[in-house]
C-alpha cells in the first residue's frame, strides 16, 4: 500500500523537487517498466487520482513534461528528472489510477526504471513549455507521412543542395555528381545516417528516429525563411 506519511516522517526526499512547482509533486507507487517497441519506455506507477495535479491529470495524451522521480536507495536518496510524455492514465477500481510516461530508455537509471513492483517513489511533472515537438508523429499513419514526405524532399534540388552543405559530412551527395538518380539516393543515404536509421523503414517503427527525421523537415523549412543552419544535435 503506498505510505503517505509526509516526507518529514517517512524518511523519504523532500517533495519539493521543482522548488518554484510544489504542487506538481505527488505520491506514487512503482508499478511497471515496458519496452512499448517504439524506441521509448513506459514507466507506470499507481496514485490517488485526487494528488495528481490537474495540468497532468487533464492534459492531452503525448503532452511533454519535465519529470522527476525520487526514490530511497541502499545509497541514499536518488533524484533523476528527465523530458517525458504523458500516456493514458487508467482507474485500478480500488481507489487508484496507473499513470505512466514514454521516456527514452537512458533516461533514468537502472535503479528508478527497475525498482521493484511496490517501491514508492515522489514524483514532480512539470509542463514542458520549451518542447515544441508535434508528438502526434509517433502514430503510426502519421509515421508513414514523414517518411514519405523525405522520400519527396531527396527527389528536389533544392533540398539537396542544403543538405549536401549543412547535413553530409560524409559528401555523398558532392560523390555523386550530376546524376539526379544518385543524388536522390545519396540524399536518401545522408538522411538516414543523420537520423541514425539503416533503411527509411525504421521511420515507421522507432519513434526517436521517426522524431530526428522530422526535425530535418523542420530545420530545411525555416531555412526556406532563415538562411542560418540550426544543428540537428546529432552525431555525424
Not at 509517433?138 to 543538405?163: D, G
Not at 560523390?175 to 515507421?204: K, T
Request: contains cysteine.
Amino acid at each position: 500500500m503506498i505510505n503517505y506519511l509526509p516526507s518529514s516522517l517517512d524518511g523519504r526526499s523532500p517533495p519539493a523537487i521543482f522548488a518554484d512547482n510544489a504542487n506538481s509533486v505527488f505520491l506514487g507507487e512503482k508499478r511497471s517498466t515496458k519496452d512499448n517497441g517504439d524506441g521509448l519506455f513506459s514507466f507506470t506507477v499507481a496514485a490517488r487520482p485526487a494528488d495528481l495535479p490537474d495540468d497532468l491529470k487533464f492534459a492531452p495524451v503525448r503532452t511533454s513534461f519535465k519529470l522527476a522521480v525520487a526514490v530511497v536507495t541502499d545509497a541514499g536518496p536518488l533524484i533523476e528528472t528527465t523530458k517525458a510524455q504523458r500516456l493514458p492514465i487508467s482507474d485500478l477500481g480500488n481507489g487508484l489510477v496507473t499513470l505512466a510516461f514514454a521516456v527514452l530508455p537512458n533516461s533514468l537509471s537502472s535503479n528508478i526504471l527497475y525498482a521493484k513492483r511496490g517501491t514508492q517513489v515522489r514524483m514532480s511533472a512539470h509542463p514542458d513549455l520549451t518542447d515544441h515537438v508535434d508528438h502526434a508523429g509517433y502514430a503510426p499513419e502519421q509515421r508513414r507521412k514523414t517518411m514519405q514526405r523525405i522520400v519527396l524532399l531527396c527527389k528536389e534540388n533544392e533540398f539537396r543542395e542544403w543538405l549536401s552543405k549543412h547535413h553530409d559530412p560524409a559528401g555523398l551527395i558532392h560523390m555523386a555528381g550530376g546524376s539526379p538518380d544518385l543524388a536522390e539516393q545519396a540524399s536518401a543515404e545522408a538522411v538516414l545516417r543523420r537520423i541514425g536509421a539503416h533503411s527509411r523503414a525504421e521511420i515507421l517503427r522507432n519513434a526517436i528516429v521517426c522524431e530526428r527525421a522530422e526535425l530535418i523537415i523542420r530545420l530545411w523549412r525555416e531555412t526556406r525563411f532563415d538562411p542560418i543552419p540550426i544543428s540537428l544535435g546529432i552525431a555525424a
